[in-house]
């Protein structure tokens, strides 16, 4: 499996914050306080808190408060109309896996509503990506050594993507020069 697609399972997500709707009143231990959650409550929580809380039946995902099928499709209109990439929230390729995960589960449990929207959502967050992606490899063709200031509106995953691309084409470049520049024969 690549590394993106298992970022969620490191250290990377622990300060993303994910909304929440507390389904079962408890109280939770974390290393710096006990949180007293009661029913009903809607609360934002860091990934492996609500991850545990979720697992546990204790909460639900607070939907309103994850990017929505029409978030996305703006998202995609604006990074198509602009050259420079968008700024995207913290946390958001986790955020649109959270909704996709909850949307799949209750495609499976036959909300027929759910199927369409995830199959909405995965058309718009492709496009997305496409774009993004795009942009990300033109970055590093246009100058392989990577740019902190190019990174300012990329998300996490996507400097990963940028300086992996970047090293790459360098590294190809230097190679294919070493071989007119050193003189290596056939």
Same mark, same amino acid.
């Given at each position: 499996?690549?590394?993106?697609?298992?970022?969620?399972?490191?250290?990377?997500?622990?300060?993303?914050?994910?909304?929440?709707?507390?389904?079962?009143?408890?109280?939770?231990?974390?290393? !710096? $306080?006990? %949180?007293?959650?009661?029913?009903?409550? *809607? +609360?934002? &929580?860091?990934?492996?808190?609500?991850?545990?809380?979720? =697992?546990?039946?204790?909460?639900?995902?607070?939907?309103?408060?994850?990017?929505?099928?029409?978030?996305?499709?703006?998202?995609?209109?604006?990074?198509?109309?602009?050259?420079? !990439? $968008?700024? %995207?929230?913290?946390?958001?390729?986790? *955020? +649109?896996? &959270?909704?996709?995960?909850?949307?799949?589960?209750?495609? =499976?449990?036959?909300?027929?509503?759910?199927?369409?929207?995830?199959?909405?959502?995965?058309?718009?967050?492709?496009?997305?990506?496409?774009?993004?992606?795009?942009?990300?490899?033109?970055?590093?063709?246009?100058?392989?050594?990577?740019? *902190?200031?190019?990174?300012?509106?990329?998300?996490?995953?996507?400097?990963?993507?940028?300086?992996?691309?970047?090293?790459?084409?360098?590294?190809?470049?230097?190679?294919?020069?070493?071989?007119?520049?050193?003189?290596?024969?056939?």
């Amino acid at each position: 499996m690549s590394l993106c697609g298992t970022l969620h399972t490191t250290a990377v997500y622990m300060d993303v914050d994910v909304p929440l709707v507390i389904v079962k009143d408890t109280s939770w231990k974390t290393p !710096l $306080q006990i %949180l007293k959650l009661r029913a009903g409550q *809607k +609360v934002k &929580l860091p990934y492996p808190y609500a991850l545990a809380l979720l =697992r546990e039946g204790y909460a639900e995902l607070d939907l309103e408060g994850l990017p929505s099928y029409s978030t996305l499709k703006k998202l995609s209109w604006a990074e198509e109309k602009t050259e420079d !990439l $968008q700024p %995207l929230e913290e946390g958001f390729y986790l *955020k +649109v896996m &959270l909704l996709a995960n909850s949307l799949r589960e209750r495609a =499976r449990k036959g909300d027929e509503s759910a199927e369409e929207n995830l199959r909405r959502v995965r058309i718009a967050f492709a496009d997305l990506v496409r774009l993004r992606s795009l942009k990300i490899a033109q970055l590093a063709s246009k100058n392989p050594t990577p740019s *902190k200031d190019k990174m300012k509106n990329m998300t996490l995953e996507e400097q990963i993507l940028y300086v992996t691309l970047c090293e790459l084409l360098s590294g190809w470049t230097k190679s294919l020069v070493s071989l007119v520049a050193g003189g290596e024969k056939v």
